[in-house]
């Protein structure tokens, strides 16, 4: 039987903002840090220390984690590319790193300027780095159910990939379906090969909303025995190195839609559709979610309407 609580991470303060061309000034993503951390999750991803010309939005990130409030309940995660990352991450306190390789050779040329095995090689002396300095670090799979230059992943490239991982010592590794390519039959058979090969690890799923398949995925992943997810408040995100990767799928969907399956997910819907929509509201280009436009299904009507019948 699968289980019948999750954990989700909100990854909107780096998923999400990387994905806006226009600047947030640094108080309001501290503002926004500031009200997730007040809805109940248990891990936020707060930022990504990447050089200031590769994702410009981000090249505060040490400022934000100097002025955000911090809470003993919620740890913070942040996605490094490098040892320089690293030591910005371990210098602003961060709980946890997350280091990602993508699926196919295309990708990581256009993500990491590189090949997806010598992308790896360069994990080797930053993992040595987090093992010194006692830091978490976790490991992700992007475009791991398909890529936009190179199609279907072949689930035997994921597993390579998990090998790469577990040379490390990393068995906590993340699934990114970066631009919404996957379908929940492929989900299920992936999901299914990966924990069947690796039963030591534990698996996550972070699917974006490009073709509507996100919640299908989600539900498909969890049936499988996936228990954590990634996703972001109003729906905010996109990976700027995949084209038509538009936005993550948002929490308040996410949880709305577990919830009302007898799924726990131990956030406040109504505090993350709160901070969905002060998005909105500043970000209204950007944000976007099903809640957003329909409420929940708790939200009755206020009074019965009746229809008006019409003498021919």
């Known amino acids: 039987m699968a289980n019948k609580e999750v954990t989700i991470t909100e990854v909107c303060p780096r998923d999400g903002f990387q994905s806006v061309s226009e600047w947030i000034p640094t108080e309001e993503k501290v503002r926004i840090i500031n009200q997730l951390i007040d809805c109940g999750y248990k891990q936020i991803e707060v930022t990504s220390f990447v050089h200031p010309k590769a994702i ?66 360069k994990f080797v002396p930053l993992v040595d780095l987090a093992e ?28 390579m990939i998990c090998e790469r991982y577990r040379s490390l010592g990393i068995k906590e590794v993340s699934l990114a379906d970066t631009t919404g390519m996957a379908n929940p039959v492929r989900i299920k058979n992936n999901v299914r090969e990966l924990m069947r090969s690796f039963p030591d690890f534990t698996f996550s799923l972070h699917l974006h909303n490009t073709r509507g398949m996100a919640f299908a995925n989600a539900v498909a992943g969890w049936e499988e025995g996936i228990v954590h997810f990634d996703s972001s408040a109003g729906g905010l995100g996109g990976c700027p190195y995949a084209p038509g ?68």
């Open 56 to 121: 410009p939005q981000l090249k505060d990130a040490d400022e934000v984690l100097k002025r955000m409030k911090r809470s003993e309940h919620v740890k913070l995660r942040a996605l490094v590319p490098n040892v320089r990352g690293l030591e910005r991450a371990i210098a602003a306190g961060v709980d946890k790193v997350k280091l990602m390789l993508s699926a196919s050779d295309s990708h990581s040329i256009s993500n990491a300027n590189c090949k997806t095995e010598e992308a790896f090689q």
């Open 132 to 159: 010194k300095s006692s830091i978490k670090i976790s490991g992700s799979i992007s475009v791991a159910f398909g890529c936009p230059y190179e199609g279907e992943i072949p689930v035997e490239r994921l597993v």
């Open 245 to 312: 990767a538009s936005g993550n799928i948002a929490s308040e969907d996410l949880i709305h839609g577990f919830e009302e399956m007898g799924i726990h997910t131990g956030v406040s819907l109504d505090k993350v559709l709160e901070a969905a929509k002060d998005l909105q509201q500043s970000l209204p280009q950007y944000a976007d979610s099903f809640l957003l436009k329909a409420g929940k299904c708790s939200d009755l009507s206020v009074s019965l309407k009746t229809q008006q019948k019409v003498k021919l």
